[in-house]
């Protein structure tokens, strides 16, 4: 059964991983619905976030197949109820229909979004939240024109208490001084 899978990918920040890292998507067709790329929590450990619908083996596979590559320290895959995750939208609406009337001004509070910028031509809106809550508030703001939007790719966190790469790192540089 096909379901949304998240994969986190750590590694050094070299040159052309990332070109690597999609090939082992396209090469089993898959589509990749969310892509973020950011620093981890270790000094010089890039975290990579990749959002996917597939089947849990065929998930295991492109896992196995990332960790080959050579510049991977490890990855992992999750599942949503695994972990903590948001996406940031901003929506551009015409100042306009601002003070035509309150609606807009009801939409983003009932939202929990918040204006960012306005000026005589647009007010820029941001929300936080899951893809159908950003999702959502685009419809409702769209009946005002909405004229640009954009949502950034996932970041997410473990919910598990114990960090998996710091314990996987760990353990390997105790292997590494056991063959000193």
Do not use: W
Request: hydrophobic content about 40%; cysteine-free; proline content about 2%.
């Amino acid at each position: 059964m096909r379901q949304e899978y998240i994969i986190t990918v750590y590694s050094e920040n070299h040159i052309g991983l990332l070109t690597r890292i999609t090939i082992v998507f396209t090469r089993r067709k898959v589509n990749i619905e969310s892509l973020t790329v950011s620093e981890s929590a270790i000094p010089g450990v890039f975290k990579f976030t990749i959002v996917i619908k597939a089947t849990k083996e065929l998930t295991i596979k492109i896992v196995n197949q990332i960790e080959k590559q050579i510049d991977v320290l490890k990855a992992f895959y999750h599942t949503n109820e695994e972990m903590i995750y948001q996406e940031i939208a901003l929506y551009k609406v015409p100042t306009e229909a601002l003070y035509e009337n309150d609606t807009i001004e009801k939409i983003v509070r009932n939202a929990g979004a918040r204006i960012l910028e306005i000026t005589r031509e647009y007010t820029v809106i941001e929300k936080t939240g899951h893809k159908e809550e950003t999702q959502a508030l685009f419809e409702e703001l769209n009946k005002f024109k909405v004229m640009q939007f954009i949502r950034s790719g996932r970041v997410a966190l473990t919910r598990d208490p114990i960090e998996r790469l710091s314990e996987f790192l760990k353990e390997r540089d105790a292997f590494l001084n056991s063959l000193d």
